[in-house]
């Protein structure tokens, strides 16, 4: 498609068509200005970033992150609203090579004769490196504007060198009453909402689509719609709370399984668990499996959380979190999920220990930063004749045969002798541990005197 031919009927593959007719209630009450906008008030209020920057008609490139329906594609047309740029929608999930280098060729024509033009990304972090690189000249020469709109962590889904030639937005989801609120005028506006209808709507009504929402308006107005057909054929045309229930039916909650989401709300019940908060821990959990999460991957998580958060405070725990594991494999969703949930509670109300994790680690650090020395010949072996005039198990002592059943042989290489890695605390089981590790000092201290 070329900027200076007529808009076709249908528009091309990867390119959105923005016809008003019949359009969703969330497109036909989308924001014209930002006067009409609502919420980022940390990005388009009165002397913040992002409307400094459209007031001053700078052409920098941009990238908007932000969660569906807070208004990214909204701020973008605006953007090219306000500073008479032609405005052209690019789908990431539409689109190749193939669409951008034409794009890319009519925004450079239409360049030479004093047009600008905003190039809009959706979902541009689905465009893959060899996709982003060939945006590349054309943001550095000034050819297009470029505004990306990702749901997804830039600093992990856009390449290096296009991130740093563009300033990143960050939006945030709308409160519940803002959206009430918008919910409000697409009921009483006449030209674009649903005023025409004469619809009257309780505010518990419209305050449980909002929450429904989570932030996301464009969810709110789908349910609005629906609200509104059920309010017309019941000839109340009365929204009550009841008919907002009905209109949402079910929550959908916010996840990607893949996505930053995933692991912010991994972390979530990860640090609830640490942190001995077994509420918080209890509602992470019920966020996850609500949301559609793999009940076997929370399993796993939660063994992990075993042993590197609980470990020998606990020993159990590691035993009932595999018993969880087990449990949720014998009867499935939903029975299971309360093993799980049994699992977390434990694990959030137990003494807590990173001792071993903390050593293991400290283990593996040696044993990078040191030499690889052989095993010592008293801890080795001597099945042959051979093995033993060389030296094999020489000095070998058995600790059975010792008294208190510990010996003050030595069992790492030469190198690291004295080397302490594992220190218990004085948490749950682990003070036991460290009574006993204290004791055996004592053994070898008075076998080496």
Same mark, same amino acid.
């Given at each position: 498609?070329?900027?200076?031919?007529?808009?076709?009927?249908?528009?091309?593959?990867?390119?959105?068509?923005?016809?008003?007719?019949?359009?969703?209630?969330?497109?036909?009450?989308?924001?014209?200005?930002?006067?009409?906008?609502?919420?980022?008030?940390?990005?388009?209020?009165?002397?913040?970033?992002?409307?400094?920057?459209?007031?001053?008609?700078?052409?920098?490139?941009?990238?908007?992150?932000?969660?569906?329906?807070?208004?990214?594609?909204?701020?973008?047309?605006?953007?090219?609203?306000?500073?008479?740029?032609?405005?052209?929608?690019?789908?990431?999930?539409?689109?190749?090579?193939?669409?951008?280098?034409?794009?890319?060729?009519?925004?450079?024509?239409?360049?030479?004769?004093?047009?600008?033009?905003?190039?809009?990304?959706?979902?541009?972090?689905?465009?893959?490196?060899?996709?982003?690189?060939?945006?590349?000249?054309?943001?550095?020469?000034?050819?297009?504007?470029?505004?990306?709109?990702?749901?997804?962590?830039?600093?992990?889904?856009?390449?290096?060198?296009?991130?740093?030639?563009?300033?990143?937005?960050?939006?945030?989801?709308?409160?519940?009453?803002?959206?009430?609120?918008?919910?409000?005028?697409?009921?009483?506006?006449?030209?674009?909402?649903?005023?025409?209808?004469?619809?009257?709507?309780?505010?518990?009504?419209?305050?449980?689509?909002?929450?429904?929402?989570?932030?996301?308006?464009?969810?709110?107005?789908?349910?609005?719609?629906?609200?509104?057909?059920?309010?017309?054929?019941?000839?109340?045309?009365?929204?009550?709370?009841?008919?907002?229930?009905?209109?949402?039916?079910?929550?959908?909650?916010?996840?990607?399984?893949?996505?930053?989401?995933?692991?912010?709300?991994?972390?979530?019940?990860?640090?609830?668990?640490?942190?001995?908060?077994?509420?918080?821990?209890?509602?992470?959990?019920?966020?996850?499996?609500?949301?559609? @999460?793999?009940?076997? =991957? %929370? #399993?796993?998580?939660?063994?992990?959380? &075993? /042993?590197?958060?609980?470990?020998? +405070? $606990?020993? !159990?725990?590691?035993?009932?979190?595999?018993?969880?594991?087990?449990?949720?494999?014998?009867?499935?969703?939903?029975?299971?999920?309360?093993?799980?949930? @049994?699992?977390?509670? =434990? %694990? #959030?109300?137990?003494?807590?220990?990173? &001792? /071993?994790?903390?050593?293991?680690? +400290? $283990?593996? !650090?040696?044993?990078?930063?040191?030499?690889?020395?052989?095993?010592?010949?008293?801890?080795?072996?001597?099945?042959?004749?051979?093995?033993?005039?060389?030296?094999?198990?020489?000095?070998?002592?058995?600790?059975?045969?010792?008294?208190?059943?510990?010996?003050?042989?030595?069992?790492?290489?030469?190198?690291?002798?004295?080397?302490?890695?594992?220190?218990?605390?004085?948490?749950?089981?682990?003070?036991?541990?460290?009574?006993?590790?204290?004791?055996?000092?004592?053994?070898?201290?008075?076998?080496?005197?």
């Amino acid at each position: 498609m070329s900027l200076f031919e007529q808009m076709p009927a249908q528009p091309p593959r990867g390119v959105k068509s923005t016809r008003a007719g019949g359009a969703p209630l969330a497109e036909r009450m989308r924001p014209r200005s930002l006067d009409e906008l609502v919420g980022q008030e940390h990005l388009v209020g009165p002397g913040k970033p992002l409307r400094v920057q459209i007031e001053r008609d700078d052409a920098s490139s941009m990238i908007f992150w932000g969660p569906p329906g807070v208004g990214k594609t909204t701020l973008a047309k605006i953007i090219a609203e306000t500073t008479q740029a032609s405005f052209i929608e690019f789908s990431a999930v539409m689109s190749g090579i193939k669409e951008i280098k034409q794009v890319m060729v009519d925004a450079a024509k239409a360049a030479e004769l004093r047009s600008r033009t905003i190039l809009f990304v959706d979902e541009i972090h689905r465009f893959n490196k060899a996709q982003q690189d060939a945006f590349l000249p054309y943001v550095e020469r000034g050819t297009i504007r470029l505004i990306g709109a990702t749901t997804e962590n830039p600093s992990f889904e856009v390449i290096s060198a296009l991130l740093s030639r563009c300033r990143v937005y960050v939006l945030e989801p709308l409160k519940d009453e803002q959206i009430a609120l918008l919910l409000r005028r697409a009921l009483e506006d006449r030209e674009r909402g649903l005023g025409a209808q004469e619809l009257q709507a309780d505010d518990d009504a419209l305050e449980l689509i909002a929450g429904y929402a989570s932030g996301d308006c464009r969810t709110a107005y789908n349910a609005l719609e629906v609200a509104a057909q059920l309010a017309t054929a019941d000839e109340s045309k009365h929204i009550a709370k009841a008919i907002a229930a009905e209109a949402i039916q079910r929550r959908v909650l916010m996840y990607d399984k893949q996505g930053e989401e995933h692991f912010n709300l991994i972390s979530a019940l990860h640090k609830s668990v640490r942190n001995s908060d077994a509420d918080a821990a209890l509602y992470w959990l019920g966020r996850m499996l609500a949301a559609g @999460e793999d009940p076997l =991957y %929370l #399993a796993r998580r939660i063994v992990r959380m &075993a /042993v590197e958060d609980i470990g020998l +405070a $606990a020993p !159990e725990a590691l035993h009932l979190c595999l018993a969880a594991k087990e449990t949720y494999d014998f009867l499935g969703s939903p029975e299971g999920e309360l093993a799980l949930a @049994e699992a977390v509670v =434990y %694990l #959030a109300l137990a003494p807590k220990s990173n &001792a /071993v994790y903390t050593a293991y680690g +400290a $283990a593996q !650090e040696d044993i990078e930063r040191t030499r690889q020395e052989p095993v010592p010949l008293h801890l080795r072996n001597a099945p042959t004749k051979l093995m033993k005039e060389l030296g094999y198990a020489a000095g070998y002592k058995y600790a059975h045969d010792e008294e208190g059943k510990v010996s003050d042989m030595d069992c790492l290489p030469d190198s690291l002798k004295g080397r302490s890695y594992y220190v218990p605390t004085q948490e749950g089981r682990e003070k036991q541990l460290a009574a006993r590790m204290e004791e055996i000092r004592r053994i070898k201290a008075a076998k080496r005197g």
